[in-house]
């Protein structure tokens, strides 16, 4: 049974048809990479995971559970986190306060504590700046606390919108370094970017969106090679 199975998801915004039946699922273990060019519908599929965001038709399940209609807090108690576009760090709130906040859903201090410390160790840069104001923080920097505090969840799957948008080729590289020794720390990775190549780099399979529809699928080395992937998305 997969971990996270969407099937022939339908989401309009209004009179807009922007999820035209997409089906694709995550196994236990896996980095997914969804890629697509803008505005393909790739942050309407995971805010519609995240009960974000209201199908008029289709099914999300995760861990064999109808996830469909479950609220966003109630899904985030179930075990997966969302990293969102655009990082939405708490700006007012210190790097400390916002990491507390990612573990919300949580009661026992000394678990929510070895976390924080997981944290730290994974993003040092965190731990020094702790006491800093997020919004003072910069794009790779909020980009690490976004992630840091949707690990402090404890997830068993991370859903990432964009991670490497807006940042430098070696920031970009240092995140693509962080979400691989997620993964490899046991957390399953569902993958959004616009950045095919990278995606595809660290990924076992990927889902191509165009226009609200999947075009293409498949083992992720194997669409780096492939030819119509090649001209539309790598710029080769
Ligand atoms: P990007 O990388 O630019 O975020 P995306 O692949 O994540 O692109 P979405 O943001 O999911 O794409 O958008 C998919 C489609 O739905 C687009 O045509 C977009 O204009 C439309 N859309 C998104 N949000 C809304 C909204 N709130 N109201 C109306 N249309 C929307």
Redesign the pocket.
């Known amino acids: 049974m997969a971990m996270l199975e969407v099937k022939d998801l339908q989401v309009y915004?209004?009179m807009?048809h922007?999820?035209k039946g997409v089906s694709f699922h995550v196994n236990e273990g896996e980095i997914i990479a969804l890629i697509?060019?803008?505005?393909?519908?790739?942050?309407?599929?995971?805010?519609t995971i995240t009960g974000l965001l209201t199908p008029k038709g289709g099914q999300v399940m995760f861990e064999g559970k109808d996830i469909t209609k479950t609220p966003a807090h109630k899904i985030v108690e179930l075990g997966m986190a969302h990293v969102p576009?655009g990082r939405r760090v708490f700006a007012q709130l210190s790097v400390y306060q916002n990491l507390k906040m990612g573990a919300y859903t949580r009661s026992d201090k000394n678990e929510i504590e070895e976390s924080l410390e997981m944290v730290y160790k994974r993003f040092p840069r965190l731990e020094e700046r702790k006491n800093q104001m997020a919004g003072t923080l910069s794009g790779g920097e909020q980009q690490m606390l976004a992630m840091g505090r949707a690990l402090m969840s404890k997830p068993r799957i991370i859903l990432m919108?964009?991670p490497s948008m807006g940042l430098s080729p070696i920031l970009v590289n240092e995140i693509f370094d962080i979400i691989q020794s997620v993964s490899a720390s046991g957390t399953t990775v569902l993958l959004?970017e616009?950045n095919a190549k990278k995606a595809l780099a660290i990924a076992d399979r990927a889902y191509v969106?165009e226009?609200?529809k999947i075009s293409l699928d498949g083992n992720a080395k194997d669409l780096l090679n492939d030819d119509s992937i090649k001209k539309a998305y790598l710029g080769e």
């Open positions: 915004y209004g807009i922007a999820i697509g060019a803008n505005g393909a519908g790739k942050t309407t599929i995971l805010h576009e919108d964009e959004v616009q969106l226009t609200g």
